[in-house]
């Protein structure tokens, strides 16, 4: 059981250059989220996905799209990348909703 | 504005000694609460949970209490060992149930 992956590990950008995050989770769960990091903020949601086929804005959604593939990943994209989209970044996944989180080890990304 | 707030940014405690974590909300709909552990280069790993029907939850070491009326919850940890050094976030959730806010962390430091 590798739980939940996430690619890249780290990844640099320019400005306005788009790219994909991966995540995939090998636990059977209904429900994914994408999350950022940043110094002091804690985590925000972005995204959430409460079941295959469906997706939900988070906190902050605004330059983020995201794709519920199938049942196990869940991807999240940058159209045009934005120095202030440098972060870490955490998927999740949860049996349901309303269950504890599982989180992927991250990604960091760098906007210059 | 930040819905969930943990005001010490850092926390150093000597090995054998109690830590407490301090945790603020201000979202009265929040009924539901969560510890989160971090370790550099990893992801969150869930630590512990409260309901807002208790007051206390206890698993081993770990206790985290619960005061409603003060929106405000703390967890600690008996006896803290050096491996416990790590980032520890608290999270809320409302009735919504898939969305976590998550406060901005206190770094734990355990001396050895």
């Known amino acids: 059981n590798a739980g939940v992956t996430q690619t890249p590990k780290f990844q640099v950008l320019k400005t306005g250059q788009s790219m994909t995050l991966q995540c995939a989770q090998d636990m059977n769960h209904n429900s994914m989220y994408w999350y950022r990091q940043d110094p002091g903020m804690g985590l925000r949601l972005i995204y959430y996905s409460a079941s295959e086929g469906t997706t939900d804005k988070g906190e902050v959604p605004n330059g983020y799209n995201v794709s519920r593939l199938n049942k196990r990943e869940f991807s999240l994209r940058l159209e045009s990348a934005a120095p202030s989209q440098t972060s870490v970044y955490f998927c999740a996944s949860s049996p349901s909703s309303l269950e504890t989180q599982y989180f992927g080890p991250g990604t960091r990304l760098l906007v210059l | 504005d930040q819905q969930v707030k943990q005001n010490s940014p850092s926390l150093s405690v000597q090995e054998g000694r109690i830590s407490i974590l301090n945790c603020d909300y201000t979202?009265?709909?929040?009924?539901?609460f969560l510890w989160y552990k971090k370790y550099p280069a990893e992801g969150p790993t869930f630590l512990i949970s409260i309901s807002s029907i208790k007051d206390k939850n206890e698993d081993g070491r770990f206790t985290v209490f619960l005061n409603k009326s003060a929106k405000h919850l703390s967890l600690h940890i008996v006896p803290s060992q050096p491996g416990d050094s790590a980032v520890y976030f608290c999270a809320a959730s409302g009735n919504a149930g898939n969305m976590l806010t998550f406060g901005g962390g206190t770094r734990l430091m355990v001396k050895p």
């Open positions: 979202n009265s709909m929040f009924d539901y």
